[in-house]
């Protein structure tokens, strides 16, 4: 039977790879690219079905980090879908990252130098920003977005009889001491992006406790170190290819320079072919190159505590709440604003 998979941020980088590796490893696939840049969704749609002729590849807007858009493009999934298979919530963003150069000399003279590359612990910091709905613009895209999104697709994603999935792309940038329960938005420190993977991945063991019995399983992956857009914004794209044979020569002793989308996106397609039974709720699925250039997908436990996953998924139901009754003021507000409108006309 025909499975219908969602990928959220799938016009370039590691999405796109997913859904040309999903095309070519896998039959009867309906594929849909959530995207928020229609331009690039359409440019992407057309390379794709130039691979792969006759697929069924349908675009969806989604803007992810606005809670209009989300409620909008969930109920045109809830028109076009009668279940979902497999929502990869991938979209993401690091906006402004400042790399400490400083605190990079001093770890490649430390212990810690290996460590320092996979994870990029205390080497990056951002800069983050209210977005139009009042929430950090990081936290709102990288989380709370695909939080509204499953929410509002339950009905597809919870069905008697049907196995879901929800895959999260995570980092291994992700961090537990950037992250505090009473600032989830992280409206108070440099570390946004580092503060909502590691969100995301207490999220995801949360919606595992919530939602495993009535059919919906969550996974978290670590796509590794990715020349993408995203990337290239931490640095310039000419110094990435400029120091390529040092990445190359790093990937020797730490696999997690997977360096290519494809390589990146090995964890995402490993998990589309598991059984959701077989996985482990509290392990994060790393994308893994080998200095050969080898693929292959390795679990590792990650450093989460129930409580405050539960804690952290109360609060995102608290603040759903709050973020749809300001909506509904809104369109109120609209609403009387036109009929005003057309009484004095
Ligand atoms: N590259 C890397 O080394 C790593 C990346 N990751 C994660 O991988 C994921 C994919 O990133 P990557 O492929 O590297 O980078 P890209 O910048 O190439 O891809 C990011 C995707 O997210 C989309 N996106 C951003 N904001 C929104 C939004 N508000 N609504 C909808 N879509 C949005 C972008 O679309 P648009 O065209 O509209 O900007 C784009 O398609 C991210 O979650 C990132 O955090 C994790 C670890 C390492
Ligand atoms: C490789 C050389 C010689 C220099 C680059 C130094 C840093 C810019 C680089 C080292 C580790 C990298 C890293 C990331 C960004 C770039 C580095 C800090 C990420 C944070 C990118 C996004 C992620 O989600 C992480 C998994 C990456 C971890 C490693």
Redesign the pocket.
Known sequence: MERVVIVTGANSGIGLALCERLLTENSQIRLCLACRNMQRAEAARSALLTSHTGACVDLLHLDVGSVRSVLTAAKEVKTRYRKIDFLYLNAGI?PNPQ?DIRA?IKGLFSRNVIN?????EG??TQQDHLNSDGLQEVFATNLFGHFLMIRELEPLLCQAGHTSRVVWTS???ARRSAFDIEDMQHRNGTEP?SSS?YASDMLSLALNRQKNSQGLFSSVI????VMTN??YG??PSFFWTL?MP??WL?RIFTN?FTLTPYNGAEALHWLFLQAPESLDPRAKYHSLTSGLGTNYTEPQRMDIDEEMSEALYKKLLKLETVVRRKLSEENADNKAYQQYLNETE
Do not use: E
């Open positions: 690091m790399v990079f320092m590359f996979a994870t990029a080497l990056l980092s291994s940038n992006y993977k670590c796509p590794g170190l995203l990337t931490i640095l120091i040092i990445m790093i997690t």
